[in-house]
Structure formats: structure tokens, C-alpha cells
């Protein structure tokens, strides 16, 4: 068992997005750790700055890069956790587990696993309180097969299949297996029992989980392996393991407050829940929507979208890339998926720079993993305060300094339909 130092963080982990880093952020927080997270590979100055913390959350835009570069940047950030002193490391991917038969979930996982010299790991994306469950080894949505899911239909990382075993083995080197449900339902002794019998054959041990009751029990039964794999329902239970380390938990009293200033809302994300959250907001405040084959020609441009919020940034106006998967499939025939993508999150970056310098916007609501890292990198952001939940895994987050920012990450599928009427009125006082 890693045991807890005062001067070294104890949990060091690695989100693919920024959403997610700030979904684990909450999650960690809201058990008892204290938690800081870093936007990008940590620098120097940023390192030595990171005191008096239980875990260090390093987000990263991974999740649709290329293989190799995935690796290698997951690496790094693995490296500054080491030298911090970690005692145990979290991967955190997507609850949905967004990637495609290459990658990029197992091959980051393998490269871990081989830097630490862990043969065995647990792979567990699920978060039942968003309705992201997983039965006999596979994943679901709510009552969907992720695979019949509206996620089939994800522009970068549609998902075509719903056996984590499966996807696991395609994507790594391993051998996967399935741990399942009426095992955990026996308790913390038994589980223990699976874990340690079948990571003798399995470098993967993929676990059921179908209630937060059983994430607290999976939470008991870690403390044998350096390197933990998962949503971010993992960090529900991982208190009891830091309390049994000699860490003391904490209730944290946060000190982000709501801004009184201009709020925009973003909107990338073509999610099915994102897609009924514009509409519900579109029948009261204004709404200009991105058009790519404008944006090309130029008859739509940053310049002209500033003109328009200009006159509407009193009513919280949202800009939104929120379409139908005709809409998407059309544009990418078009112009190519991967053109269209970094088109769209381009524009973002330089709205959001354009809307604080130019406008005075301090509260951000974004949605979409790809676009809240597009965001973040254009703002400059590079650490977080945790505030507040608006929903389930999605915190209000406010960068340091003497004029702070406000930020609402949202995953697509978050929230519930009146999520960006929550969010407004959460960071924002005016």
C-alpha cells in the first residue's frame, strides 16, 4: 500500500480532454482530496508551484491525436507526476470510452503500464449517476448498447462496438477479461479475490459496475495496483483507500465565486443531450450557429460573429457547431472530418479570445471535450480552481489571478436538457 508524505501529492492522473479532467477534478474533490488541475504538459514554474495537494490532475488534448503522439505526450505527463512523488496513478478516459479500433485508450494504457512495470490494470468507464453503466462487460447508455447509442454516430470517434473486452484487445497488446456484476454485488472480499486471480492471466480486468454503491466498492479493492484505468466513477470510492494510506480527508470550502460580467456560451459538441440543451436555450436567448461552408468562403469570420455578439452579449448569446449527423456527414464529404474539426475548434479559440478582449466576457460555458480544449489553450488557461457542480461531473472551474475567469466544461452528453440555463446562473452574478 502506497502511504501517504505531506510534502508529495499522493494520486497523479492523466485525463485525455479537458472536460474530463475537470469531471475527475469534481469527483476527487467531492471525496475528500484536495485536487489542482493542470491544462497541457506542466512547465517548470508549474511544477514547482503545485504544493499542498492530495492529487494532480494533468489535462491533455489526446484523445483524437495521433497514436504515437498520444503515447508520447501521455508519457510526459506521467513523467512530471513521477517527479513529483506520486504513489498511484489514474488514466482517466471518456465514460462512453471514445476512441476507434486503433486507439487511442490501449495504447496509452500499455505505455503506462510498461513505464511502471504494472502487468495488470482495471478498466472501468462507467458512471452510473450520468447513466453510463457496464453489464457483462459491455457499455451502455442509459438502456442503450453504446454501440446503438447515439454515440455511433460521434463525428471523431463513432463507436461501432459495446464489449470493452473486445475493444480492449484490439486496441492493446493484452489479454482482457470481464469481471462481472454479481461479483462486485458480493462485496469488497470477494471482488478482491476476482481482481487478484485474474490479473494473474489478464492485463486488462475489465469491471461491472452498475450503481454508484458498486463504484464504491471497486473504489476498496484498488490499492495492489499502481495504475487505475477509467471514468471518472473510479474517484468515488478511492477515498477510503487514501484515508487507509494515512491521508486525511478534506471538506473542501471552495473559494470560486460567480462573476459579475458578460457570459457566452460555446457550443462543438453534436451530441445527442447537447443537441436537445441548444434547442431547450435557443427559446430564449440568442443563438448564431456555425456554418462551415460559410466559414471557408469567408462570408461567416470571427470578425463577423463579434459583431453579432456585440449586440446580443447582454442576453448570454450562444454560438454553437451543434448539428445533425446528416448535417456533419455532409460537411465531412465536403471538406474532410479532420479539416471540418480543426476549422471549428480554430473559430472557437479565437471567439473566445476575441469575446474577453473585446467585449469584457469573463464566464464561459463550453461544450464538447474538443472544443473546451480549444477554448482553454486559446484563453491561456493553465490551472484551475474546482468549484461547485452544475451537474454530475461537470464543475464550475476559475483560473487564478487578479481577473479570474469563470469556465462550465461540459462532456457532450452531460446535463440535463436546461444544463446551460444551470450554468449561467451558476458563474455568473449579473
Same mark, same amino acid.
Given at each position: ?7 508529495t501529492p499522493w494520486l497523479g492522473c492523466i485525463a485525455d480532454d479537458f472536460t474530463g479532467a475537470t469531471d475527475l477534478a469534481s469527483f476527487l474533490v467531492a471525496s475528500g482530496l484536495r485536487t489542482i488541475q493542470v491544462n497541457g504538459l506542466p512547465t517548470p514554474q508549474q511544477i514547482a508551484n503545485i504544493k499542498d495537494v492530495d492529487a494532480v490532475v494533468i489535462a491533455v488534448k489526446s484523445r483524437t491525436i495521433p497514436v504515437q503522439d498520444a ?153 495492489? =495496483? ?187 452528453? =452531460? ?16
Amino acid at each position: 500500500m502506497n502511504k501517504v508524505t505531506d510534502s508529495t501529492p499522493w494520486l497523479g492522473c492523466i485525463a485525455d480532454d479537458f472536460t474530463g479532467a475537470t469531471d475527475l477534478a469534481s469527483f476527487l474533490v467531492a471525496s475528500g482530496l484536495r485536487t489542482i488541475q493542470v491544462n497541457g504538459l506542466p512547465t517548470p514554474q508549474q511544477i514547482a508551484n503545485i504544493k499542498d495537494v492530495d492529487a494532480v490532475v494533468i489535462a491533455v488534448k489526446s484523445r483524437t491525436i495521433p497514436v504515437q503522439d498520444a503515447v508520447e505526450l501521455s508519457l510526459a505527463c506521467l513523467e512530471v507526476l513521477q517527479s513529483l512523488g506520486c504513489a498511484k496513478y489514474y488514466f482517466k478516459y471518456c465514460s462512453t470510452f471514445d476512441s476507434t479500433p486503433e486507439g487511442n485508450i490501449g495504447p496509452v494504457i500499455d505505455a503506462l503500464m510498461s513505464k511502471l512495470n504494472a502487468a495488470s490494470t482495471v478498466v472501468c468507464p462507467a458512471l452510473p449517476v450520468n447513466g453510463r453503466t457496464v453489464y457483462q462487460g459491455h457499455l451502455f447508455v442509459f438502456d442503450q448498447l453504446l454501440h446503438e447509442s447515439p454515440m455511433k454516430d460521434h463525428p471523431l470517434t463513432p463507436m461501432k462496438d459495446s464489449s470493452l473486452v473486445r475493444m480492449m484487445e484490439a486496441q492493446g497488446t493484452g489479454k482482457a477479461v470481464s469481471i462481472p456484476s454479481q461479483v462486485v454485488e458480493q462485496g469488497p472480499g470477494a471482488l478482491t479475490e476476482a481482481l487478484e486471480t485474474q490479473r494473474v492471466n489478464h492485463h486488462y480486468l475489465v469491471l461491472d459496475a452498475l450503481s454508484t454503491d458498486h463504484l464504491k466498492c471497486i473504489g476498496e479493492c484498488l490499492s495492489s =495496483f499502481t495504475l487505475i484505468t477509467g471514468g471518472s466513477g473510479l474517484a468515488i470510492g478511492l477515498g477510503k483507500e487514501f484515508e487507509d494510506c494515512g491521508g486525511n480527508l478534506t471538506e473542501v470550502t471552495s473559494s470560486v465565486q460567480p462573476i459579475a460580467a458578460p457570459t457566452l456560451v460555446l457550443s462543438g459538441s453534436c451530441s445527442a443531450m447537447t443537441q436537445k440543451q441548444v434547442a431547450a436555450y435557443r427559446t430564449s436567448h440568442p443563438v448564431m450557429e456555425l456554418d462551415p461552408a460559410k466559414l471557408v468562403t469567408g462570408e461567416q469570420s470571427v470578425d463577423s460573429i463579434i459583431t453579432w455578439l456585440a449586440s446580443a452579449i447582454d442576453r448570454a448569446p450562444l454560438v454553437t457547431a451543434t448539428a445533425a449527423p446528416d448535417i456533419i456527414a455532409e460537411n465531412h464529404q465536403n471538406y474532410g472530418a479532420e479539416f471540418i474539426a480543426g476549422l471549428i475548434e480554430q473559430t472557437f479559440g479565437a471567439l473566445a479570445i476575441a469575446a474577453s478582449d473585446q467585449l469584457g466576457v469573463r464566464n464561459f460555458v463550453v461544450a464538447g471535450g474538443e472544443t473546451s480544449g480549444a477554448v482553454v489553450n486559446a484563453l491561456g488557461v493553465d490551472s484551475f480552481y474546482i468549484g461547485k457542480s452544475i451537474a454530475p461531473g461537470v464543475p464550475m472551474v476559475q483560473t487564478p489571478g487578479e481577473q479570474p475567469i469563470n469556465l462550465a466544461l461540459k462532456s457532450g452528453n =452531460f446535463g440535463q436538457q436546461d444544463f446551460f440555463f444551470q450554468a449561467l446562473e451558476t458563474l455568473s452574478c449579473c
